[in-house]
C-alpha cells in the first residue's frame, strides 16, 4: 500500500529567509515546516530572537 507524504511536511522550497515582522532582518530560520495550518510557517529571528509566522 502506496502512502501519500504527510502533507503537513511539505514546503514551498523558499531557501532564502523570510523577513522578521518585528525588525525587518531576513537572517531568520524556519523552526517548523508548518504552523498551526498548511498555509502558515513558523520562523524564529536570529536578529531580534522572535519568533513569527509566515503565511505561505
Known amino acids: ?3 501519500r507524504p504527510d ?3 511539505e514546503t514551498s522550497g523558499e531557501d532564502r529567509g523570510a523577513e522578521c515582522p ?3 532582518s531576513t537572517e531568520t530560520e524556519r ?3 508548518k504552523g498551526p495550518s498548511l498555509c502558515r510557517s513558523m520562523h524564529y529571528c536570529n536578529d531580534c ?8
Open 22 to 24: 518585528y525588525c525587518g
Open 7 to 9: 502533507p503537513s511536511v
Open 1 to 3: 500500500m502506496n502512502r
Open 31 to 33: 523552526e517548523h515546516p
Open 49 to 56: 530572537e522572535q519568533p513569527f509566522e509566515k503565511f505561505e
